[in-house]
């Protein structure tokens, strides 16, 4: 069993925390809310009381943090988690962040002669709770190989995409996906309604017709066809509209640097801006519905 340093203990990571305390690892758990540390021990972990505490003497760091900032400072700046955790420790770093950064501290930790993995996830909170999670992995084999066994006990599925930052290419193209289609499928279902369509005969034909997709049979828009969607319960969070913003925000960055034209993307990007700047940020993102539907109520 490993020794665990563990930075960032919010939504996501407090549960995944726990999980690999559940599996048997010591987790020293930092995070600069004292509420989400308090909360980690509650689920097996060992309170420290600094991101370089949590990463002396550890086989392996994990950071699930907000932002590409975030992650950079953690492990780069003086003090920071590459100057104190052993050489060859493990790190994986499982938030959401821009490509450019997950490479710049791959490379740092390289330099430092560490190995790393970027290794964002798919699943939400539910999935971080149940172990669940998918993980969408950036980085040489032999860290992919060592990291396997430790992101089975937070995840499901385990996907390695290629080298640093990989991983992070994977979500947000995934997540620029999402958002693409999350707003198709509410264009439909309120195209549907102007025209007399029960929305739960469109969810019968296109659930079974050319026009399926996760975010109509898996997270429906409209309230009834999926119970278990966030639109039965008032578009509560599920995943917020401004973490999809964040996501598509980061998309489009990406492709400015990279020449690629994401025309959709961008729309979307736009359409997730007004409904944030609606004071609708914390709506889930299939909220969006109410903004295209004309009813922001
Ligand atoms: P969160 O805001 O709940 O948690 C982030 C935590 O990091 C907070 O507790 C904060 O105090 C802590 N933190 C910030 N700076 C720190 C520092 N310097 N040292 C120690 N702790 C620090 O966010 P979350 O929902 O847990 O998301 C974390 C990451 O996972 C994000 O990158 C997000 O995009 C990604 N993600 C979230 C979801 C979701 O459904 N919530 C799903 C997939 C991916």
């Given at each position: 069993m490993a020794v665990i340093g563990f930075i960032g203990l919010g939504n996501m990571g407090g549960p995944m925390a726990g999980n690999l305390a559940k599996a048997g690892h010591t987790v020293r758990a930092f995070d600069l809310s004292k509420e989400s540390v308090a909360k980690a021990v509650e689920r097996g972990c060992v309170a420290v009381a600094s991101a370089a505490e949590a990463a002396a003497g550890a086989d392996v760091v994990v950071t699930m943090l907000p932002a590409g900032q975030h992650v950079r400072a953690v492990y780069c700046n003086d003090g920071g988690v590459l100057s104190v955790a052993p050489k060859g420790a493990l790190m994986i770093d499982c938030s959401t962040v821009d490509v450019d950064s997950a490479r710049a501290v791959a490379k740092a930790a390289e330099e430092a002669g560490m190995a790393m993995v970027d290794a964002p996830v798919s699943g939400g909170t539910a999935g971080a709770e149940g172990g669940t999670l998918t993980f969408?992995?950036?980085?040489?084999?032999?860290?992919?190989?060592?990291?396997?066994?430790?992101?089975?006990?937070?995840?499901?599925?385990?996907?390695?995409?290629?080298?640093?930052?990989?991983?992070?290419?994977?979500?947000?193209?995934?997540?620029?996906?999402?958002?693409?289609?999350?707003?198709?499928?509410?264009?439909?279902?309120?195209?549907?309604?102007?025209?007399?369509?029960?929305?739960?005969?469109?969810?019968?034909?296109?659930?079974?017709?050319?026009?399926?997709?996760?975010?109509?049979?898996?997270?429906?828009?409209?309230?009834?066809?999926?119970?278990?969607?966030?639109?039965?319960?008032?578009?509560?969070?599920g995943f917020a509209a401004d973490m999809m913003l964040k996501d598509l925000k980061l998309s489009q960055e990406a492709a400015a640097r990279a020449g690629a034209s994401t025309p959709l993307g961008a729309a979307a990007e736009s359409l997730y801006q007004l409904f944030s700047n609606a004071g609708l940020g914390g709506v889930d993102f299939s909220g969006i519905i109410k903004m295209l539907d004309g009813d922001m109520k």
């Open positions: 969408m992995v950036g980085g040489p084999d032999a860290a992919f190989e060592r990291a396997r066994p430790m992101l089975e006990a937070m995840g499901k599925t385990i996907v390695h995409a290629g080298g640093p930052g990989n991983g992070q290419a994977a979500k947000i193209c995934n997540n620029m996906l999402l958002g693409i289609c999350m707003i198709g499928t509410s264009e439909a279902f309120m195209l549907a309604k102007r025209l007399g369509l029960d929305a739960q005969k469109l969810f019968d034909i296109s659930s079974k017709a050319s026009g399926q997709n996760w975010s109509m049979t898996s997270y429906c828009p409209v309230p009834g066809p999926v119970p278990t969607s966030p639109a039965n319960r008032g578009y509560t969070p």
